[in-house]
Every structure is written in C-alpha cells, then in structure tokens.
C-alpha cells in the first residue's frame, strides 16, 4: 500500500499535477517577482528564472572573488589576527595587573574555543572559535618571555626561554601528523574535541601557579602589612605602581607600539624574527606537495616535521657555550650584557641560509632521483635554526627590556600572527604553481638577507641598545645586579 501511494505522488509530480489548489497571484507580484528574476513554475512553485542576476552563480565576478577570499581564508586567518591582537593587549595588561589570573581565565575560556569550534557545523562558530583561540594563544607565545624573566636571573633564563620555545617548536612539528591522523581517522572536530581535553587538564594546572609579577606581588604585601598593622602610609616607587584601568588604557595599551616604532633593536628583531617563525606555517602546507611527489601519502609527509624535532638536539651545545661565557665573566667580575647570549643566532644566520638553499635543489622537479633523505637532513637543521631565531632573539628582547620585556616582544608576536595567517592562503598554491625548488629558494634568499643583519647586530647591536631610554644599560660584575636593579625600591613612608 505504501509503495502504491509514493508511486501515485511521483506521477502526479511528473504530470504537473498539484495536490492543492494554488491561489491566483496577482499581476503587480508577477511583475515584481519578474523584476528579481524570479517567476512561477508549471508547478506553481516560485523559482529562478534564467540568468537571474540575483542567483549566486550570475553574480559579478568580484563579489563572488571577494565572498569566496573570505569564505576559504578567513578560517585560517582568524586564527593569527586573534593572536596579533591578543599580542598588543595581554603583555601591557600582565606587566600591570599581573600574569596569574589573567593566565588562569585565559586557559579556561582557550578550553570553551576548542569546544565551540569542535562542536556545531557552522561556519560562524567555527570562525569566531579561531579568532579566540588566536586572540588567547597570545598569553603564552607572548607574556612567556616575561614571566620568564620574571622568576629567573640572566644566566639561568639560558635554559628557562631555551626550554619555553623548545616547547613550541615541539608543538609545531607533532601538530602537523596529529592533526592528519585525527582527523583522517574520526574527523576533524575530533582535532578540538582531544585539544579541549588536553587543555582542560593545562587550566587545572595554572590554578597551583603563583602571581609573578613583582610589582603587584609587592602591592599586595603592602596591603597585608597595612591590615595587619593599621598603617597607611606606605608607598611603592612610581614606576612599579598598579595604575587604574583608566591610566593602563591612556599610558600603557599602546606601550607595544610606541615600542616598535622607537626602537630600533625591536623593530628589526621583530620583523626578522617574524618572518623566519612564520615561514614555518608556509612550510607546514608546502613540504606536503613536497613529500607527496615522492611517493609520500598525506600521513606519511605529515611526519617529515618531526625532523625539527631532532634539530632541537643540535642546539643543546650552543646553549652550554651561552652558560660557559656567562659563568666565565662572572668569575673574571666582568659585565654581562644581552649580547653575550645571542652567539646562537650568529651561528644560526648563515647555517639557515645553507639548510634552505641545500633543501631547494635536492628535492624534485630539479632532483627527482635523491633520495628524500637527503633534503629530509636539511629539515634537522632548519628546526635548529627556527630554535635559535625564535628563542635566541625572543631571550635577547628579554634580557634588553627586563621589566618590559612582553611588551617588547609584543610587536614580534603582532607581526607574525599577521605573517602566519598570510602564508598559508598562497602557500599550497605557490608550491604547486612554482614548484618546491623555486618556492624555498625564495625563502633560502630571505635567510641570505638575514646573514647581512646577523652582521649587522654583531657590530652595532650593543650601540643601538645603551642609547635607548628603554633597555637596560648594563654595568654590572655579577649574575644578579641587574635584577636587584629592576625590583621595586624598598618601601619608604609617605
């Protein structure tokens, strides 16, 4: 019986016959509808007439680029423009407010992201989601180096942001393969699904983290002695004062670009540091195209960033070169200063300028006979390099800027979340189009650039940083000096 019914419906569908009366529509609405490009069907159901200018598939060409450019970039952007805005607002914010609640609130909300943009099929949420999880993210890609700087002394901080950007690079290179196998494997919600679980337990571990900043840790010990002896007349130095959210918003907000366009050492760092991490996420999408002509599968070439990871190995003797020249001018009672620490980079400059030219031309189309191995060794050293750039300039910025060192590094965190959101729009493209060869070679000759500045900041680095009314002016004989110099004056009466 119901086999009969759905026949009769689809014969009455095919004669045109209507189940219900359809009411007469008046000449004025035809008219209207004919002037939209719409019209009445033999059915009596409104549809699109031919060549309807307001159907999506008639429209002009540039308001179906610019809705397409949007549709198929801003997900991936959103992400970095999160996390360039997150850059300028958290590093003034916890170098005033302090870092622990901020990381605390920030850890948990970073959590709900994850779930909304894991959870509902809308594109919406999936690029408000992003924005949040960049805008977050910015905490401890940014204010990192000035918790760091915080907790620890000159010589020790060697490991402490050694450590801290290993901890990212690592992050990179897994990324790539966890995020090919989830979602190859349960779909790509999963991807959010597991990080919001992981994160979950991160949150929970920020609650057992102490506030390090020490001018808010100096103020809430003055109000502790003040309660407990009822005296009110004690006073921090200006400099380390709390301000008001009124004074933070008129003085401080814009501390990271007042930074960018009045120091020198920052503005450079800042760019060349910048576009060196961010070509990571140009690579992430171009050795894919790479590895797949050599046979690789999508899972296979998602493991080629894992190399990185053994290139971090390389560094481990540089870093124990920085602690012998520490300990070294420490013993002879010598002055330290950031540059003793950045010998990492000098040695990093030229060898990512070989590393990217070796890995161009020993790939296909120009070399499809080497074995993938060999550019495979190339990758080792430009997950050295990546370590030395990113930690050794974020370190140097740190150790110049002391208290102000998020803000300093700021700037850097802005421009490579503008870089890394660009990069992966044309990467996969240029790669294709131009070919593996042609593609690195471009970044080989941005490192070559990089070589002249090395160069630069070996003669002229430690001049342009005495002369700024920012940076510290070292001159000092032992480990400690300097941060004596940056904790906040012993309390004086009103």
């Known amino acids: 019986m119901h086999g009969e019914a759905r026949q009769k419906i689809e014969e009455d569908a095919q004669s045109g016959k209507e189940n219900q009366p359809q009411q007469d529509v008046p000449r004025h609405v035809q008219q209207e509808l004919t002037n939209r490009g719409i019209e009445i069907g033999a059915d009596g159901n409104v549809t699109w007439a031919d060549g309807a200018l307001a159907h999506p598939r008639n429209w002009k060409m540039p308001r179906k680029l610019y809705d397409t450019g949007v549709l198929t970039t801003f997900i991936t952007i959103s992400f970095f423009f999160g996390q360039a805005a997150g850059g300028l607002l958290f590093p003034p914010y916890t170098e005033s407010f302090g870092r622990k609640r901020t990381n605390v609130l920030a850890a948990v909300a970073y959590v709900v992201s994850c779930i909304v943009v894991g959870a509902p099929q809308s594109l919406p949420a999936i690029i408000i989601g992003r924005f949040f999880n960049g805008f977050l993210s910015a905490l401890p890609t940014v204010v990192g180096s000035g918790a760091l700087e915080d907790m620890w002394s000159i010589r020790p901080r060697v490991w402490a942001i050694d450590t801290w950007i290993k901890g990212s690079i690592i992050g990179i290179a897994v990324g790539p393969a966890f995020a090919t196998y989830v979602s190859t494997s349960l779909g790509w919600p999963w991807v959010y699904h597991i990080s919001a679980i992981l994160l979950a337990g991160n949150s929970f571990l920020f609650l057992w983290t102490k506030e390090s900043r020490p001018s808010v840790v100096l103020k809430r010990e003055i109000v502790l002695v003040e309660r407990t002896t009822g005296f009110r007349g004690l006073q921090q130095d200006k400099a380390d004062h709390v301000p008001d959210l009124s004074t933070f918003a008129r003085t401080m907000l814009c501390r990271p670009v007042r930074f960018f366009f009045t120091e020198p050492i920052i503005c450079t760092v ?136 998020a803000s300093a590094n700021a700037p850097l965190a802005v421009i490579r979340g503008i870089l890394s959101g660009a990069f992966p729009i044309f990467a996969r493209q240029m790669f294709t189009n131009l070919g593996s060869n042609i593609s690195t070679s471009i970044l080989a000759i941005i490192a070559t650039v990089f070589v002249g500045i090395a160069i630069w900041f070996w003669f002229y680095a430690a001049k342009i940083r005495e002369s700024s009314s920012w940076a510290v002016s070292v001159n000092r004989k032992d480990d400690g000096e300097e941060e004596r110099k940056n904790i906040p004056k012993p309390l004086q009466l009103a």
């Open 270 to 405: 800042s760019i060349m540091s910048a576009v060196i991490f961010s070509s990571v996420y140009l690579q992430t999408e171009g050795l894919t195209v790479t590895y797949q002509v050599f046979g690789f599968s999508e899972r296979e070439a998602s493991l080629v960033y894992l190399t990185w990871i053994i290139g971090l190995i390389l560094t481990i003797p540089l870093r124990l070169f920085d602690w012998h020249v520490l300990s070294a001018r420490i013993r002879q009672r010598k002055a330290i200063t950031p540059e003793d620490k950045i010998t990492g980079f000098f040695v990093a400059a030229p060898v990512l300028c070989a590393a990217l030219w070796w890995f161009a031309w020993t790939v296909p189309p120009y070399a499809p006979t080497i074995s993938p191995f060999v550019s495979l060794a190339a990758l080792i050293l430009v997950g050295a390099c990546l370590n030395e750039f990113d930690g050794i300039l974020q370190g140097y910025l740190t150790d110049s800027y002391a208290m102000y060192a």
